[in-house]
């Protein structure tokens, strides 16, 4: 079973400060993507990488920043948290092949931005 | 227009009723579609996977795609409590890097 997890399933953080969400997959994937999912918006990518050092922008990129340093493992950074960044924040990976259209999301972080 | 429309419910049905969860879309060009389920305060679980139009059975649950009327089904049999959950629809066009488009789900209560 493909496995994705994420460091934190609850976090609440003041405004301005940095808040680092890491996500990490168990199957050797290339592709990694982070969202938000917020009520009656749905689920909106932020970003996603489809190799180590690489990343491309989402939908909705502002206000956020990523790192993928080793396969495995993918980072979303709020370089300084604001309130209207609150929200269930959602890793996923996707292998290749035959399997390649299918993503596979992690836990979720539901952050809070006091 | 939302490029994938879903109505958002909430769904209630009694338990053992055949539920119906439905999807439009208006890129012609999508052609894989899958359906997760999500549990609350939970990721997104992967429940079904289509490729273009046609049926896929798996135990009390059918997927059906008419790629004509660019509509999608998420058929449930026999539903249960524990199928309460959200159900989303997602779908690719298999270009461009293989996003998926989601829609914004619909919440689906199961009553004893």
């Not at chain 2, 298999?94 to 199961?110: D, I, S």
Request: proline share 4%; charged share 25%.
């Amino acid at each position: 079973d493909v496995k994705v997890t994420q460091s934190s399933r609850y976090l609440v953080k003041r405004t301005g400060e940095k808040v680092f969400l890491e996500c990490v997959q168990d199957m050797d994937h290339e592709n990694m993507f982070w969202y938000r999912q917020d009520p009656g918006l749905g689920l909106r990518l932020i970003y996603f990488s489809y190799d180590v050092k690489m990343k491309e922008k989402g939908d909705i990129p502002e206000g956020y920043s990523v790192s993928r340093e080793k396969k495995e493992r993918f980072s979303l950074i709020l370089e300084s948290a604001s309130t209207n960044q609150t929200s269930m924040y959602l890793c996923a990976s996707r292998g290749g092949g035959q399997d390649q259209e299918t993503q596979y999301f992690g836990p979720g972080t539901r952050l809070l931005v006091l | 227009q939302k490029e994938v429309e879903q109505d958002p419910g909430p769904l209630s049905v009694p338990e053992g009723a055949i539920v119906s969860l439905n999807c439009t879309y208006s890129n012609s060009a999508f052609q894989y579609f899958m359906w997760y389920r999500q549990y609350s305060r939970k990721g997104p679980e992967l429940l079904m996977y289509t490729y273009s139009s046609g049926n896929k059975e798996d135990g009390r649950f059918t997927a059906q795609v008419d790629k004509s009327s660019k509509y999608i089904s998420l058929f449930i049999r026999d539903s249960q409590p524990s199928d309460s959950a959200t159900y989303l629809c997602a779908m690719s066009d298999g270009n461009a890097g293989n996003m998926l488009t989601f829609g914004g789900g619909t919440r689906l209560m199961v009553k004893p």
